[in-house]
């Protein structure tokens, strides 16, 4: 039986090495020819197509336009079979002032905006090449880069561009491809230029000596960078980093003291519409609390104004807070990895790149050099034969008249090549003139000095230098120029350092008088009040405490269940009607209550004490919570109540008392300062709890509180001992609530 063709053709491959075949092929193809730029001209194979088609197309500067879509048609049919989207794609965005640092594209009609809007449809659009475009191809007629068959081999495509212009970091470029990816950031031409010129100069000039001339990237949508100059070095030395981009925005003074905030430049590639969003959303969800409002008056230009919430907020500090969490601070990626000239891909630093392009450039020009060696070349052949012509014309015109074949005789008679001759016989009769033969003379001259000049490029280093000096000169001269184009846009500024934003920037400062009732009421009046006759409560209720504040403070409530409360002075309820249960705004729980409230002013410490007789120090600034369910600071046996909380400032005793009438006072440096826990013992107590605890100056006695009246006990020795000791029976007169007050 016969074996059909294709089983014979059947090979058995295990699938993992048929699969890892495969992947590996499309990794490459990923990676070669579509998603990582050429070090030497910076374009992607998509971007090279397009540019080629276009000159096909004559579609120089100073031709007209053409529609997209015929652009689009000859680059997909003659040299990228992909899709007509992706080309589309990337003819707009090459026209994009906003995308591309420097246009490779001159579009007419909608390409888009930096809003994030789509351009036009292709059939709507018209397009031809910039002078950026053609410094790139300048030259490639003349076999300065080698060519290849297209996909269908019927006609020749460039693999690279003779590119005059640095276009990798002038442009830019960015990729992701199989296993790795790219992010290069643009750059100013004419501070390129400087970096090559120098590298010309100085072979051996360091990353950080290049860096002199090109400080940084030089976005086309402007902003500042606000990054170290250590960050920038770093990225550019190893050829990975990331620089922290801001929006460029400036104070507007307005009247009665008020000002706005005018954004005028945003980060590269953020859309503004999509930034506007990002803000207002925030600001709904009341996330950006400095924030009072925000309005596009964008037209041809970006004005985006910010108005702050009060004429107290600090520009500086509004603006932090939003770099925070919006885009108008973002951090653009430095990925240098490009194909090198041997196609294979590498993360180069700055320097490396600059080189490959300077490499690049001196293999154009001797490759340039040579192609016009060999024209000159021709021409010289010709001319040779028309002077000879010249110089015996009475003999060429019989010979042509006589002979039959008088082309072999005219090349046997004075030595003439075949060109020569052919040349001769297809001269026109009007250049038997005398001027036409000095006119060739002349011609003969100029070139044989061109071919020295050429020849000397060839045989001398030094000369290409001088040529491709030069020619960057130019290059700067074109394109880094002091106007609109080549002007930098891109500022830089020290980095930002960490910026605490605190609550005093979100919050008018205004001084209250924050009262709280026994049965847990709250609520703060504007002013600061000794006393407060007309206080109003609800039956039952009457005043726990009154404390002075302001609306940026933080208050410390300490509640029996050894926990920390804190609230800022803004939030609590203003003083109309009774006020507001404080535990509808933390979670205390019902059977717990406040033993003291006080304002934190920080740096200070506090005694803790429970009913079990048992205390300790802490710093003020490690019990601030900033939950509703506070910080719990005094550990507590089950059963057991925090008593006392009272701030220490210069004070150096302590005295304790407990509910079995004894009174003890000893010195407070043998108080630990603990962060957390239930402490050490204070008093000795049987069967009885701590009642309160209190610091107090020796020098000044012990005090407590009668009714309205205070009364102070001078002499403290009968009531003197260690801590941990029992006490003794308080003063006559001390309240029997075993309470100081």
């Given at each position: ?237 190893t050829g990975r980093g990331s620089i922290r981009v801001r929006a460029r925005w400036e104070k507007e003074n307005l009247s009665h003291g008020l000002y706005q905030i005018v954004i005028t430049e945003i980060p590269y590639q953020v859309p503004k519409s999509r930034l506007i969003e990002q803000i207002a959303e925030l600001f709904r969800n009341k996330k950006l609390p400095l924030l009072g409002n925000i309005r596009d008056e964008s037209a041809e230009t970006i004005r985006v104004v910010l108005e702050p919430k009060s004429r107290t907020v600090d520009p500086d500090m509004l603006m932090e807070s939003l770099f925070k969490v919006t885009d108008l601070q973002t951090r653009f990626g430095v990925n240098l990895n490009v194909l090198t000239a041997k196609g294979i891909p590498q993360v180069l630093n700055l320097k490396q790149i600059l080189e490959a392009f300077l490499e690049h450039r001196f293999e154009v ?377």
């Amino acid at each position: 039986m016969k074996k059909d063709a294709t089983q014979e053709t059947i090979k058995a491959v295990p699938f993992k090495d048929a699969l890892s075949e495969r992947y590996l092929a499309y990794a490459l193809s990923t990676i070669t020819a579509r998603s990582l730029p050429d070090v030497r001209d910076g374009l992607k194979p998509v971007h090279r197509r397009l540019l080629y088609a276009m000159l096909q197309l004559r579609l120089d500067p100073d031709s007209g336009y053409k529609k997209c879509a015929r652009v689009v048609g000859d680059v997909i049919g003659k040299y990228h079979p992909h899709g007509d989207v992706a080309v589309y794609d990337t003819l707009v965005r090459l026209a994009q002032t906003f995308a591309v640092r420097y246009p490779l594209v001159d579009g007419q009609g909608n390409f888009g905006s930096v809003d994030g809007d789509n351009a036009a449809a292709m059939r709507y659009t018209e397009a031809r090449l910039t002078e950026m475009a053609m410094a790139l191809l300048e030259g490639i007629e003349s076999d300065t880069v080698d060519f290849r068959p297209t996909y269908d081999g019927e006609d020749q495509e460039p693999i690279v561009l003779p590119s005059s212009v640095p276009n990798l970091l002038a442009n830019g470029s960015e990729g992701i491809a199989v296993g790795m990816a790219t992010s290069i950031p643009p750059h100013n031409i004419g501070e390129l230029c400087e970096g090559l010129l120098m590298l010309l100069k100085k072979p051996s000039a360091s990353v950080a000596e290049l860096l002199t001339v090109i400080p940084g990237p030089d976005f086309p949508t402007g902003g500042i960078i606000a990054e170290t100059s250590t960050a920038i070095r770093n990225a550019y030395e190893t050829g990975r980093g990331s620089i922290r981009v801001r929006a460029r925005w400036e104070k507007e003074n307005l009247s009665h003291g008020l000002y706005q905030i005018v954004i005028t430049e945003i980060p590269y590639q953020v859309p503004k519409s999509r930034l506007i969003e990002q803000i207002a959303e925030l600001f709904r969800n009341k996330k950006l609390p400095l924030l009072g409002n925000i309005r596009d008056e964008s037209a041809e230009t970006i004005r985006v104004v910010l108005e702050p919430k009060s004429r107290t907020v600090d520009p500086d500090m509004l603006m932090e807070s939003l770099f925070k969490v919006t885009d108008l601070q973002t951090r653009f990626g430095v990925n240098l990895n490009v194909l090198t000239a041997k196609g294979i891909p590498q993360v180069l630093n700055l320097k490396q790149i600059l080189e490959a392009f300077l490499e690049h450039r001196f293999e154009v020009l001797y490759r340039r050099s040579r192609f016009r060696l060999s024209k000159i070349a021709d021409r010289l052949e010709v001319l040779g034969g028309l002077l000879v012509a010249y110089l015996n014309i009475d003999e060429v015109i019989r010979i042509i008249r006589e002979e039959d074949e008088p082309k072999p005789v005219m090349m046997k008679k004075w030595k003439l090549t075949d060109r020569q001759v052919e040349a001769i016989l297809n001269m026109r009769l009007r250049s038997l003139r005398k001027l036409e033969e000095i006119e060739i003379k002349k011609e003969q001259a100029s070139l044989l000095d061109e071919q020295e000049q050429l020849q000397k490029i060839l045989d001398d280093e030094k000369e290409a230098r001088k040529v491709i000096r030069g020619e960057i000169k130019d290059v700067q001269k074109r394109f880094g120029a002091d106007d609109a184009l080549g002007r930098r846009r891109t500022e830089f500024t020290e980095a930002p350092a960490a910026v605490e934003i605190s609550i005093e920037a979100f919050i008018e400062k205004e001084p209250i008088t924050i009262v709280y009732s026994k049965m847990g009421w709250i609520r703060a009046f504007k002013g600061h009040f000794d006393t407060m006759d007309d206080l109003k409560f609800k039956e039952g209720d009457e005043l726990s405490c009154m404390i002075k504040a302001r609306t940026t403070d933080k208050v410390l409530f300490f509640a029996s269940n050894g926990r920390f409360y804190t609230l800022t002075g803004d939030r609590l309820p203003r003083g109309k009607g009774f006020g507001e249960p404080l535990r509808l705004m933390i979670d205390l729980p019902n059977e717990d209550d406040i033993v003291e409230m006080h304002v934190f002013e920080g740096g200070r410490k506090m005694l803790l004490a429970s009913d079990q007789g048992k205390g300790f120090l802490v710093e003020e600034d490690s019990v601030v919570a900033s939950t509703r369910n506070g910080k719990q600071i005094l550990s507590l046996p089950e059963g057991s109540r925090a008593v006392a909380c009272r701030v220490v400032q210069d004070e150096d005793m302590v005295a304790v008392i407990g509910a079995n009438r004894k009174l003890l006072a000893f010195p407070l440096f043998q108080m630990p300062t603990m962060n957390k826990g239930q402490g050490v013992q204070l008093m000795k107590l049987k069967d009885a709890r701590m009642s309160d605890a209190k610091v107090f100056k020796r020098e000044e006695g012990l005090s407590w509180l009668i009714g309205d009246r205070v009364r102070t006990e001078a002499d403290i020795t009968p009531w003197l001992g260690d801590r941990a000791s029992q006490g003794k029976l308080p003063p006559v007169g001390f309240p029997r609530s075993n309470r100081f007050g």
